[in-house]
């Protein structure tokens, strides 16, 4: 089974930018979507973009124009860049990937934005 590993969390002031990584352990387009989410405390996980195999990519409303999720093939990783990060963005950031039949999350990386 291909895991999935996300870095590139950490702490970032406001206004600031990340750049997340997912990594897969194998070839990353056994998923057909690599989607991204945030989870912060006591809320529920919230949808934030995907990117698909067959191509194409969405963005939830509250990251629309402050994101970019891509993909690079050769290192079978999806990125999810972001900027003009604000307090409440804080969250821990998950990557799941779906092939036919199965769902597979990551462990999360956290970022933190603060003065």
């Known amino acids: 089974q291909v895991q999935l590993v996300e870095s590139g969390g950490g702490v970032v002031q406001p206004g600031g930018s990340l750049r997340l990584s997912c990594a897969a352990t194998?070839?990353?387009?056994?998923?057909?979507?690599i989607t991204w989410y945030r989870q912060a405390p006591g809320n529920e996980r919230e949808l934030l973009a995907a990117i698909f195999r067959a191509g194409g990519t969405k963005y939830a409303p509250v990251v629309r124009g402050r994101c970019t999720i891509s993909k690079d093939n050769a290192e079978n990783t999806v990125y999810l860049d972001m900027n003009s990060l604000e307090p409440a963005d804080t969250a821990v950031y998950f990557c799941?990937?779906?092939?036919?039949?199965?769902?597979?999350w990551g462990q999360g990386t956290q970022v933190t934005v603060s003065s």
């Open positions: 799941r990937g779906q092939s036919t039949g199965q769902t597979t």
């Open positions: 194998g070839d990353i387009n056994n998923y057909y979507a």
